[in-house]
């Protein structure tokens, strides 16, 4: 993913071909544009998280009478039924990502939630012989979805971040990854903005950002 190295031995210990230096506490690993690429994409890949996390709040006043929903169903949707699972993952993929590969945990989570973020737009009422799933339960579980695959998101990138990044860069390094919050909540609003001033017809604009939104991380 990206190019990254995608085993925390290789990672700490080895250099890739073309970059010339090895681990040092005081530099890092790697040369300054290999760390800046790969803070770079760990970055990138944060905005999209807070991007995909972020997006179903700010549709939510044209989806909730569009799915005919109440408001207590779509705290859930937003806060409880996202947040349960991302932060009970989020312990044992922490712990794996110390001794497994990174960036393929990485790589399956980020394909994880864009997935789950498509089929939120996807949501609707589904039948099976006489038994109809309201398109609630069906977005539930696709925010559940959202949640197991972030949680796959910060633990690895901060010790990818850890290794790369010398303890005097590190504090740095990890400020320019956590503006991925703050960008990534701006670009689902603009996001939606641009979206709603495109689609006209009532209630495409919120699945349209979904779907088309999270196509790139698939």
Not at 143 to 167: F, H, K, M, Q, W
Request: glycine letters at 12%; one cysteine or more.
């Amino acid at each position: 993913m990206f190019g990254l190295s995608s085993n925390k031995n290789e990672d700490s210990a080895e250099p890739n071909p073309g970059e010339g230096k090895g681990p040092d506490e005081n530099t890092g690993f790697g040369t300054k544009p290999y760390r800046t690429y790969v803070l770079s994409a760990l970055t990138l890949i944060y905005i999209m998280n807070f991007v995909d996390r972020g997006l179903l709040a700010v549709v939510g006043p044209e989806l909730v009478p569009e799915l005919g929903i109440s408001d207590t169903q779509f705290g859930l949707l937003t806060g409880f039924g996202f947040a349960l699972l991302y932060t009970i993952v989020g312990i044992p993929l922490a712990r794996y990502a110390d001794a497994a590969h990174r960036v393929w945990i990485m790589t399956v989570c980020v394909a994880l939630w864009s997935l789950m973020t498509v089929l939120c737009g996807l949501a609707t009422d589904v039948t099976i012989g006489s038994v109809t799933i309201g398109a609630f339960w069906i977005l539930l579980m696709c925010r559940v979805g959202v949640g197991i695959g972030e949680a796959g998101c910060t633990p690895p990138a901060n010790s990818l971040i850890a290794d790369y990044y010398a303890p005097r860069d590190r504090s740095q390094a990890l400020g320019v990854y956590s503006m991925g919050v703050t960008l990534g909540t701006m670009f689902a609003n603009l996001i939606w903005l641009g979206d709603r001033c495109f689609r006209l017809e009532n209630g495409v604009f919120c699945r349209g950002s979904a779907r088309y939104l999270d196509c790139r991380g698939v």
